[in-house]
């Protein structure tokens, strides 16, 4: 069946604004809506929303706020979209850049002052490629509790979230949107019509087809994003004539605890620690992020690696409630010493201690790394040592539909969709087209970032 169809004769219902995802795009979408008095009703497939975001780590960059002020943390936007450009290797949009390193941080503020979310500055390291501290999380330090929180306070605004309203078309008439098809779980459709339509449904990671045709590196990659995603914003918005971009982009992660299924903090190795394989070599330079690094991770035999570490990084991960959730699914191996550690986790024991034993050498000034990593702006590793067997994975797409400043669809032949906007991982991200463009914290930068301008947008368009 058709994506896009002539409206019905009647639709079942009219609302304002529809919002398509119940993510961190779509409830942060919603409160602008609400903010703004539009009449919004946002749709979401699954019974309860949860999204990539209540599976994420939920940590958003942002600078220049009030949480980074009362920490004391000089920061610009400025500053942050340089970092931004510096990753992506000035391949990414830099308009995009710009506006997602200008927005975030009043729209934290604005969460806080309005909504009463509260936001804890990270201060424990400094996220790879960030060249301040700004990394903020709610109080849990998860997705699911930024996610609830969200959702509370879009309850409170009284915007109804409908769940179990799976959207399987958009009508239209030329580039007007004007409506949703809606299919319930028991098979019922409803036709809601519209003034305008945000699309926070997310991106393709979870079409299998869609990731082998645009992100080929990462067709076999297991997906650890949310399933649900399956690429309609972008399917709907090329079929209305969107311009789309950076398609081959996304955030790919080195270190997902195999088989347990639980992320495992890249601050093990951006903070001293090292990945090797099953033939206890390292393979790849770990201080360069984690996103290129799942390739890396991927390509060796059985696309397995070994996260190690020692003791004091031990301490810094149980900060998170990722580690702790695989360490007591018992992931995290010890050993007294290299060799003890090899025979736990089966490695051979031979390679593992000369591999831990250069790079203790190199963190005290001797040789050089063969992989280009400095291991001297740190403490050298110590017995005893830890490991964690991990796989790569996709988490998300970054490619997406482009949007103008206000969060509205532009098209393929320089245009715009009137009431169509889009955020989060619906929208072109800031990573630019590779998977080694990816900043921590790009995705949930362009949910909130973009969902708040796409709220703000479709008010005004329905004015
Ligand atoms: C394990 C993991 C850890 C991560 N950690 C971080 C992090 O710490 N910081 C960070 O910045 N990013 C992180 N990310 C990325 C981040 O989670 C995403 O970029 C972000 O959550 C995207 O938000 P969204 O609102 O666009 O999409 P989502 O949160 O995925 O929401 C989209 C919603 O749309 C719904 N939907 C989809 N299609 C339809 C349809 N047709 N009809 C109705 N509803 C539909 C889905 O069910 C879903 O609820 C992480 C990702 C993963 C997988």
Redo the contacts with the bound molecule.
């Keep these: 069946m058709s994506r896009i169809l002539p409206p019905p004769d009647r639709f079942d219902l009219d609302v304002g604004v529809l919002v ?7 409830m942060v979408a919603a409160l602008r809506l609400a903010e703004a008095g539009a009449e919004t009703l946002v ?4 019974p309860r ?13 942002a600078a220049g706020t009030a949480a980074q002020a009362r920490a004391g943390v000089a920061d610009s936007a400025v500053a942050f979209a340089a970092d931004i450009r510096r990753k992506n290797g000035g391949h990414g949009d830099a308009r995009l850049a710009d506006l997602a390193a200008r927005t975030i941080g009043p729209t934290l503020d604005w969460l806080a002052a309005r909504h009463g979310l509260e936001w804890e500055l990270l201060t424990d390291f400094l996220y790879p490629g960030h060249s301040a501290h700004r990394m903020h999380a709610v109080p849990e330090r998860n ?1 699911a509790g930024l ?1 609830a929180r969200l959702g509370a306070a879009v309850a409170a605004e009284g915007v109804p979230v409908a769940t179990g ?4 078309a958009l009508y239209a008439r030329g580039r007007q949107v004007l409506g949703a098809r809606v299919t319930r779980p028991d098979g019922r459709i409803e036709a809601i019509g519209c003034g305008a339509l945000v699309l ?4 393709y990671g979870g079409d299998r087809d869609l990731v082998a045709r645009h992100i080929p590196a990462m067709a076999t990659a297991p997906y ?3 399933p ?3 690429g ?1 914003a972008l399917l709907w918005g090329q079929a209305l004539g969107a311009a789309v971009a950076d398609l081959s982009g996304c ?1 790919g ?1 080195g270190s997902v605890a195999h088989p347990h299924g639980v ?1 495992i903090t890249w601050a093990l190795m951006s903070e001293g620690g090292i990945q090797v394989n099953a033939e206890g070599r390292r393979f790849a330079d770990e201080s360069r992020g984690y996103s290129e690094q799942a390739l890396d991770v991927l390509a060796q035999p059985g696309g397995i690696a070994w996260c190690v570490f020692d003791e004091r990084l031990l301490e810094l991960a149980r900060a998170f409630p990722d580690f702790r959730t695989a360490e007591s699914a018992g992931a995290v191996l010890k050993g007294a010493n290299a060799v003890s550690l090899a025979r736990a986790a089966g490695l051979p024991a031979g390679a593992l201690a000369e591999t831990l034993g250069a790079c203790m050498a190199h963190a005290q000034g001797r040789g050089r790394d063969r992989l280009g990593r400095d291991f001297t702006i740190g403490p050298a590793l110590a017995p005893p040592f830890y490991a964690v067997r991990v796989t790569g994975a996709l ?2 797409s970054q490619g997406g539909l482009r949007i103008d400043d206000r969060g509205r669809v532009l098209a393929a032949d320089g245009g715009r969709l009137p009431n169509l906007f889009a ?4 929208a072109q991200g800031v990573s630019g087209p590779d998977p080694a463009g990816y900043l ?8 909130m970032a973009f ?1 708040a301008l796409a709220g703000q947008g479709a008010a005004a368009a329905l004015r």
Aim: proline share 3%; aromatic share 6%.
């Design positions: 398509v995802g119940a993510g961190a795009a779509g749709l979401e497939r699954d929303p949860a999204g990539s975001t209540a599976m994420s780590s939920g940590f958003i960059p997705g996610l309203a799976h959207v399987t926070a449904c997310s991106g650890f994003g949310h649900g995603n399956r309609d955030q992660h992320l988490f998300h955020a989060g991982g619906a921590s914290g790009n995705g949930l930068l362009s949910a969902g």
